[in-house]
């Protein structure tokens, strides 16, 4: 036995290898029982209110699974001990799918690539280990970081511009800045960040905390070791990055076109508020879910496109949910190749492997899947109109927390399928990609090839 | 229940017939060969078809031959001949029928434990004397 096992996290390691789906589900099924039980004590709710146990279960759910869609206000349903419970879920599902995605991600492309074959099965093991102690150190850090600086910031402008007492203004900055790097979009109000929807100084350091957690630890690595050596970057950093800021630009752009002049939104607003408030719509999105504008007041195209940039997501192993970007940005490159006819799929200069494109097709698919059998449950469940249905499902299997406001109207059947489209959609992508790339048996025969027609 | 009475392993001349008219007869059968093009070909006429280098346990057991599968070595290369039966032997398969291309090849079959060894040359220009006899009896 070496050393790492014999550790409370060498043992956390070797069960996440050793069964990764297994591992990932049941430990954020125990965070969302143990949350939900902690939410019911009679001190997690202020004086007057009362919580059931969907309640609690939602909410535990929505927070762990880094969401945000809530059934009752933060703010004034919750004590500040509820709320403290709801911030530690939030910390611990994002450092959770933050650092096991990112695990599986290093230690499964150690094993399938042989890189450790040299080395005897005790010294991989302890090198593995090494590894992940330091992936795990690099989260921490980005994490407290991250969330350390956005808070300060947040913390100044709510004194300073705001005049909130120090106290309060100190908890509003922590409790924001926590909700956006782990793209959980959770708010101390009802009506989210909509009061500060054109003050550069809130917007700027949320959107900085929100793409930073939610593009992922790969490409944070990769940026901090070659930020501006662009020809060092990995295939999957440069596709990672490139998308993103395509995705962020376009959505902005797309917002901005549609709600400039509807006055329950956009048209409220001064020229350079729309501009912000676009922008700040677009990278929420992917997929924090805060809102400086009225999501119920949307025209159902500016719905519909929100409803895609949720769909994609944000970059793999970060805070973000979704389909994510890599998984998006793949089948675009298997659609232009075979466009042209082209042999293999190629994305700067480098051939993806057809592993990985199978890997991406299965996990978009069973993702649209998920989506429209969420949807179809929820349309039975309610009587709300598909489009703010569809929206509700992908903000929940995204795990956006954005809402046209019918989250609060769910009944106990509609609230259980968005805890199952939360929950699913948060751990089922990782999950199912890890399950896929461990399930490398090989096959000893080939059969021949026949054709289906297509099309 | 097996899923196939019967795997021809090696596809030319002599395995493919025999694999063919299986098919026809409505025995389940499984063809399997290392040459791709030649699976291939086949894969209009035999519904069940591999491509494998089936020398050892782990590739047989894939293929899904068990015990009870009737096994038909249709090479004549005798490497690969007599590794396939030692695997099929290993495997526990009961009935082990085998083409043979000599007299040596015969022998090391037989040692090795197939239960029905042909030899195709052999046998035919045994029959073709057998008729060539009868003739000069007549004439």
Redesign the interface.
């Known amino acids: 036995m070496d050393r790492g096992a014999r550790t409370p996290a060498g043992r956390a390691i070797d069960l996440l290898l050793a069964n990764p789906a297994r591992s990932v589900l049941t430990g954020f099924a125990a965070f969302i029982t143990l949350g939900t039980l902690l939410l019911r004590l009679p001190i997690a709710h202020e004086e007057g209110q009362s919580t059931d146990l969907i309640t609690a279960l939602f909410t535990a759910t929505s927070a762990t699974c880094v969401t945000g869609l809530v059934t009752v206000d933060t703010a004034t349903h919750w004590s500040a001990f509820g709320e403290g419970v709801i911030l530690a879920l939030i910390q611990v599902g994002g450092f959770g799918v933050m650092s096991a995605a990112s695990l599986l991600v290093l230690l499964l492309g150690r094993r399938l690539t042989g890189a450790t074959s040299i080395l005897s099965q005790a010294e991989s093991r302890a090198v593995e280990h090494e590894e992940a102690r330091f992936v795990l150190r690099g989260i921490a850090r980005v994490t407290l970081l991250v969330q350390g600086v956005v808070a300060i910031a947040l913390f100044l402008r709510f004194w300073l511009g705001y005049d909130m007492p120090v106290g309060q203004a100190a908890y509003h900055g922590f409790f924001h800045s926590l909700s956006a790097f782990n793209n959980a979009g959770f708010g101390l109000r009802a009506d989210s960040i909509t009061p500060w929807a054109q003050d550069p100084l809130i917007n700027l350091p949320l959107m900085a905390a929100v793409m930073i957690g939610g593009i992922g630890f790969p490409v944070l690595w990769g940026l901090r070791r070659h930020l501006f050596r662009v020809g060092r970057w990995s295939v999957h950093m440069l596709v990672t990055v490139w998308v993103s800021v395509f995705l962020w630009v376009a959505g902005a752009l797309a917002f901005a076109v549609f709600e400039w002049t509807n006055p329950k939104t956009l048209g409220a607003l001064s020229p350079g508020g729309r501009v912000m408030a676009s922008a700040f719509q677009s990278v929420v999105a992917r997929t924090a879910g805060f809102n400086s504008v009225s999501i119920g007041d949307l025209h159902p195209e500016t719905l519909l496109t929100l409803d895609a940039l949720m769909f994609v997501g944000g970059g793999s192993a970060g805070t973000a949910g979704g389909l994510k970007v890599g998984t998006f940005a793949l089948l675009g490159f298997v659609i232009w190749a075979e466009l042209r006819g082209e042999p293999t799929v190629h994305a700067f200069h480098r051939r993806l492997p057809s592993a990985t494109i199978r890997q991406a097709l299965t996990v978009a698919l069973l993702s649209v899947g998920g989506v429209a059998t969420g949807t179809a449950g929820l349309l039975i469940a309610t009587d709300a109109e598909l489009d703010a249905v569809l929206f509700e499902a992908v903000s929940a299997f995204a795990t956006v927390g954005m809402s046209t406001g019918l989250t609060p109207e769910l009944g106990v059947g509609g609230q259980l399928i968005v805890i199952g489209l939360m929950f699913f959609g948060r751990l089922g992508p990782i999950t199912l990609g890890a399950a896929l790339a461990l399930r490398n048996r090989p096959?000893?025969?080939?059969?021949?090839?026949?054709r289906v027609l297509v099309g | 229940m097996a899923r196939y009475d019967v795997a021809v392993l090696g596809l030319g001349r002599f395995g493919s017939a025999l694999a063919m008219e299986l098919e026809q007869a409505g025995v389940r059968v499984l063809g399997v060969d290392t040459d791709e093009r030649l699976v291939q070909s086949l894969a209009d006429d035999i519904r069940h078809l591999a491509i494998a280098e089936a020398h050892d346990v782990e590739t047989l057991e894939q293929l899904g031959i068990t015990p009870d599968t009737l096994c038909v070595l249709g090479m004549t290369d005798i490497e690969a001949s007599l590794l396939i039966l030692t695997s099929l032997n290993s495997l526990g398969v009961k009935e082990i029928w085998a083409k043979s291309g000599s007299s040596q090849h015969t022998k090391a079959l037989s040692r090795l434990g197939a239960t029905r060894i042909m030899q195709p040359e052999r046998e035919a220009g045994l029959t073709m004397a057998g008729e060539l006899i009868d003739r000069q009896a007549k004439g």
Not at chain 1, 443 to 450: A, F, K, L, N, Q
């Open positions: 096959r000893r025969y080939e059969v021949p090839e026949e």
